[in-house]
């Protein structure tokens, strides 16, 4: 009897095991594209914390920078804001679209490292 | 990858645009030239008036005696014409393209319907392909470049199709796509497809000696 329960209770552990990272709130694994009405592209393929592992990438301001005024601030980050706050559906002078700032934001880097995806299709993934 | 892609997309579309726009430009003055060379007298009735009305004449759809006997030449002419210009103009990743690079925007297509216009001109090029094949007249008058340009032409836009619902190999077709593309910008200057900037003047030419020559429309 005791034995049945123990494998029971082993199977739901190692299903919560399994579970709890597939579904954390920390695994980012694509782009967040909530603010386009109409996508017409497939979302971006975006693993978070697998990039800045590969990418080693430690400074959070890397991307997730702050603009005031139009100046860069340096030695501050934006990790608790969203991209939408700033870049709008259109862009406002020199503040790009929202499309032209995740495009920038992942492509420049990718050509300056000549690494990861710098073609539509690489990340708009059918 | 990387280093191939940064130069088919950077300097050689620099080259490309280059080539393209100093090209047609080259051959628009060479034109004048000949005609000032040759057959000076042409200047003497050239008309603007003539020149527009059969330039708008030709521009309609079965609007000439010409078109309405080939009906069927007339609708694909058309439709392949019109996607050939509109779909790169207006399609999506080249419009975003385009603003990546200098922060300058405008209108586009739906994907699906750049999708089926882009169909539009591959089925084009293959009916033009079947024509010359087939037709005595066209055959006359066809030389070895003429299913070269063909090609050139289907290229961009079977490998564009092919990297858009991404196929086979995406960044081989994708590369494949942004090189054909400046095949054929760098190849019109100096092919038959150079009528892209010269038939406007054909037409033209002929358009002012029926009207102002032989007083007669130019059907």
Redesign the interface.
Known sequence: MYNRIIKFLGLILVFVLMWVPAHSQDEMTAIDNDMFLKP??PVSVFQHDEHNETAEIEDCAQCHHLYEDGQLVEGESSEDMRCADCHEEK?IGKT?SL??AF??NC?MC??EK??GP?????CH?? | MHDLYNFVSGPLVWVAFAVFFFGCLYRLIRMLALVNQKEKFIFSYMSFKYSLRSILHWSIPFATENMRQHPVMTIVTFAFHFCLIITPLFLLAHVILWDEAWHFSWGHLPEGLTDIMTLVVVFGCFFFLIRRLRLPEVQFVTSASDYIILGIVAAPFITGFLAYHQWFNYPFFMILHIISGEIMLITIPFTRLAHMVLAPFTRAYMGSEFGGVRHARDW
């Open positions: 017409q592209r862009g790009p499309t032209q495009h920038l492509k990718h050509q000549k690494s710098v073609m539509c299709g690489e993934v059918k």
